[in-house]
């Protein structure tokens, strides 16, 4: 069965300092991984997808980006952290067949992170 | 830009009763719907898809779709206070993304 991983779970982090956040899929290849933000109270805001090793798309242009050197890891990071960086971050992962039924997304655990 | 719409409640429904939970989305290209369920401080996890007009059961939950409305609802059956947590609705949104609702907060009252 597929599993995912994602760690931390929680970070407090100054503003100015770096960030990685890491998140690995066990169980299945080539799936699409993505990160998603969840502000308090808020909705899923996607970040980054990714269909496979080296390909990464932006939704949502900020101090944040994303690498994928592996088929199932997929790496979010920031040179330098805001306040406004400070949420609910989910990696997450999904078949990507295509067609019906082929885009449910599996979430990680989550990392809540405070940036300080 | 491609959205998909709840009401962010609180739905509050005594224990037992039926739980009506609403979606619109705005990409008639969308052809999969999903239901998630999120627990406070925890991430979603997939109750439902469908992708066909009508109804789809499995168990205590319904999912119903119309793409002509481009409407989607989840209906809980005998609703227990276990199922109080937020509902995301989502829509795939081609190029194997997934769209997210803001989501609804059920409150089930014993």
């Known amino acids: 069965s597929q599993t995912i991983h994602q760690w931390p779970a929680t970070l407090v982090q100054p503003v100015g300092s770096p960030l990685s956040l890491e998140c690995t899929v066990e169980?299945?290849?080539?799936?699409?991984l993505y990160w998603y933000r969840q502000a308090a109270g808020r909705g899923l805001q996607l970040l980054f997808y990714?269909?496979?090793?080296?390909?990464i798309s932006s939704e949502v242009p900020q101090n944040l980006s994303a690498s994928r050197p592996q088929d199932r890891q997929f790496i979010l990071s920031s040179k330098k952290l805001l306040l406004s960086d400070s949420g609910f971050y989910l990696c997450?992962?999904?078949?990507?067949?295509?067609?019906?039924?082929?885009?449910?997304?599996?979430f990680g655990q989550g990392t809540r992170l405070t940036v300080v | 830009q491609k959205e998909v719409e709840q009401n962010s409640g609180p739905l509050s429904v005594p224990e037992g009763a039926i739980a009506s939970l609403n979606c619109t989305y705005s990409?008639?290209?969308?052809?999969?719907f999903f239901w998630y369920r999120q627990y406070s401080g925890k991430s979603p996890e997939l109750i439902m898809f469908i992708y066909s007009n009508g109804d789809k059961e499995d168990g205590r939950f319904t999912a119903q779709l119309n793409k002509a409305s481009q409407y989607v609802s989840l209906l809980i059956r005998d609703s227990q206070p276990s199922d109080s947590a937020t509902y995301l609705c989502a829509a795939d949104g081609g190029y194997q993304k997934v769209t997210f609702g803001t989501g609804t907060k059920l409150q089930v009252i014993p």
């Open positions: 990714s269909v496979g090793i080296g390909q």
């Open positions: 990409d008639r290209g969308s052809q999969s």
């Open positions: 997450a992962w999904s078949l990507g067949t295509g067609g019906v039924g082929g885009t449910e997304a599996f």
């Open positions: 169980g299945t290849s080539n799936p699409n």
